[in-house]
């Protein structure tokens, strides 16, 4: 697997179906793997935690997930074929987990949105089997419980949506114990299954401003979207104010 080098951060070149072959590839293995989806704001926090940024190496598989980090790439001279978000991911991967009637344990987001996001799943893709779900406002005394609870349903996907870095966090410390083959953090997917958070239009994604469509369809983002601003200038100042990313193959 090749991966480029984004202010510190290994990110596979990879696209979508690749990465869904590759991931599939850790589950018929069967030993614990965890996958990061890297966005920009996980990226810029981690040049000053050594905590997010060791999680990010120790990780079998980081994806570009989002437009930022695709851009930041072409800067760096080391262009990744296309972004791959937690989201798209998760679909793919649940998609073959029809047609190999894997098992899915979903786990995070408010109570009751897991279960909702399991059935659309289960709905769309048949074949797929439901391990297990857990809502994401347990406390850190609970964790060994969580822990338990997830290996005693001895899923093959584990899908954590406590949102970045937390998910990360969470995974990367109870990876071993927790014997899942795959362990992926999702952000706000299972919200976007479940119904209760809409997805930006096609064409936004299209256009390469899906963030500001999230923006606009939810004004209290605006702080974590004071971030972005802020990685543009580091990748600028990282990789060259006045160079063209035009002239990157």
């Known amino acids: 697997m090749k991966t480029v080098d984004i202010l510190g951060a290994p990110v596979a070149s990879l696209t979508l179906d690749e990465a869904a072959q590759l991931v599939n590839q850790f589950v018929d293995e069967g030993r614990p793997r965890q996958v990061v989806t890297l966005n920009p704001e996980y990226l810029y926090r981690a040049q000053a935690d050594r905590q997010l940024m060791r999680i990010v190496h120790q990780a079998d598989l980081v994806t570009a997930d989002g437009v930022g980090i695709v851009w930041a790439a072409r800067r760096a001279g080391q262009p990744v074929p296309e972004r791959v978000t937690g989201i798209d991911l998760l679909l793919r991967l649940a998609e073959y987990a029809g047609v190999r009637s894997r098992r899915v344990f979903l786990l995070g987001s408010a109570p009751g949105v ?49 949102g970045a870095p937390k998910q990360e966090i969470w995974g990367a410390r109870y990876l071993a114990e927790l014997n899942v083959p ?52 580091l990748v600028l100042y990282q990789y060259g104010l006045f160079k063209s990313s035009r002239n990157v193959p």
Not at 116 to 133: D, F, I, S
């Open 114 to 162: 897991a279960e909702a996001a399991g059935r659309e799943l289960v709905k769309r893709y048949p074949g797929l089997v439901p391990a297990g779900t857990h809502h994401g406002y347990f406390k850190p005394e609970e964790d060994e419980a969580i822990v338990a609870k997830v290996r005693e349903a001895r899923p093959d996907l584990l899908f954590i949506a406590l």
């Open 182 to 233: 795959v362990v992926m953090g999702v952000g706000g997917s299972l919200d976007v299954l479940a119904g209760t958070v809409q997805r930006a239009p096609v064409w936004t994604q299209r256009l390469h401003i899906e963030w500001l469509a999230r923006l606009a369809m939810n004004p209290k983002r605006w702080r974590r979207q004071l971030v972005l601003p802020k990685f543009a200038l």
